[in-house]
């Protein structure tokens, strides 16, 4: 946060535990460099962090993101905010930021899903729609659906610019919206959300678009 949303930073407490390292030191320069007041505050911590082994806590401000590309990752009707928290992280790591909420009801700022993401949630710009519908008056992307009645493979894929890549929460939610969709090929009879098999979806994507980059 202290790096791509500094503005949105209003206070950074610490525990007394916090063991003084170079990390520790990093984020203390940030501080100073963004004037976020830093307070030492047990109490504060205890109240807040959801895991033991907390030993810092940042205040944010809530912010409001734009799709800044038409390379879009949608998910549909997510419910879980750690699971949610892993796959923006495998998708920013695979230059996929655009980040599309439909029918979600978690709180995209919740300190779960943030943590989960591990930083990442900073590096991307997360928008929330209520319907399929009101998502589409906003992007004229192909729709790229991954939903358990598939009938293309992944690898049929050859699209490198204005694509959206749909991914259920339960891979069958979406089997009655799309006539055309894909799959993941895995081994037989093995059962795998596709949540899980999310990143293959991203290295796929991230490397039909390897001549836009360096890698």
């Known amino acids: 946060a202290l790096i791509k949303r500094p503005e949105y930073v209003k206070e950074v407490y610490l525990s007394s535990k916090a063991y003084r390292n ?10 100073r460099i963004h004037e976020v007041p830093v ?9 807040l962090s ?10 944010l401000e809530k912010y409001s993101s734009a799709l800044k590309t038409d390379r879009h990752l949608v998910l549909y009707n997510f419910k879980d905010e750690g699971r949610l928290g892993t796959i923006i992280r495998s998708a920013v790591s695979f230059d996929l930021r655009d980040i599309v909420l439909i029918n979600s009801k978690i709180d995209i700022f919740s300190p779960k899903l943030i943590r ?3 930083g990442s949630f900073f590096h991307g710009n997360i928008v929330c729609f209520n ?12 729709l790229i659906p991954f939903t358990s009645n598939g009938t293309r493979e992944l690898n049929t894929i050859h699209i490198k610019d204005r694509y959206s890549i749909i991914i259920p929460d339960k891979a069958d939610e979406l089997n009655d919206v799309f006539i055309e969709s894909y799959y993941i090929k895995h081994r037989e009879n093995e059962e795998v959300p596709l949540t899980s098999l999310s990143a293959i979806v991203f290295n796929y994507f991230f490397h039909q678009n390897a001549g836009d980059r360096n890698i």
């Open 116 to 118: 989960a993401s591990m």
């Open 39 to 47: 307070k030492e505050d047990d109490r504060i911590i205890e109240k």
């Open 131 to 142: 319907s399929f519908e009101e998502y589409l008056k906003t992007t004229k992307n192909t």
């Open 50 to 59: 959801i895991k033991e082994n907390c030993y810092g806590i940042g205040i």
């Open 22 to 31: 170079k990390e520790l030191e990093t984020l203390l320069d940030l501080c």
